[in-house]
């Protein structure tokens, strides 16, 4: 296993195999990536690949101590989810994640109240509360039901292969010049742009023209079929 492991690169490196991290590994698995789960306990592993129904990689380890990330691949990891039962534990993760792979994306789970900033200044990209989370879904099912209920049939329906995603656009992408008519399915079909952020901004440029070309560093949300969009992913590189 662990030299399937270290051929990976842009994977996502997911510490906790609790009920969180069930949750990322199934959403990782129906979406094409790949990732390895790291637990210091071989039994939760081997418990979360039953739930599953299908093999993980995985490491047997402390997911804030260096050498277990490094056998995780850390070090060529596009990410890391810090998802373990207490927020010091969540922290040394991120701590040491960063400390080992600057340039990889790591989130970690809130579980108190009054830690996230200490979480931020760890080294976290972005700090997730669950019960922040919990209460809008509580106000959004009261509110807006049909579109919790369009949400869930992509994220719940395990016959549902439509999700939203993200793409950005690298300097040498093939996208590059293209209109968006052309990628952004509005007559029907096909992968559906929702959304541009132009390089250097952070503004939503929603439902772009159909004649607004593609440019570099273009961060574009759409909207389709997994299959399609990964196409689209390698397409766009």
Sequence with gaps: MDKDIAKLT???VICGAGHTGAVICAELKKTGRDFVVVDRDPEALLQLETRLGFTLLRVVGDGSDDEVLIRAGVKNAAGVFAVLSTDQDNAFV?????????????LAC???????????RSGADGVVDPEFIGGLRLASEMIRPVTVSFLDSMLRNKDSHFRFDEISVPSNSALIGKPFGDIKGGEGGGTLVVAVVAAGTDQYELNPPVG????AGDRLVILGETEALGGLRKNGK
């Design 212 to 215: 607004r070309a593609v440019k």
């Design 94 to 106: 991120v701590l040491s994640a960063k400390g080992l792979n600057p340039k990889a994306k790591v």
């Design 10 to 12: 842009n994977h996502f």
């Design 110 to 120: 809130q579980k108190s109240l009054g830690v996230r900033e200490k979480l931020l």
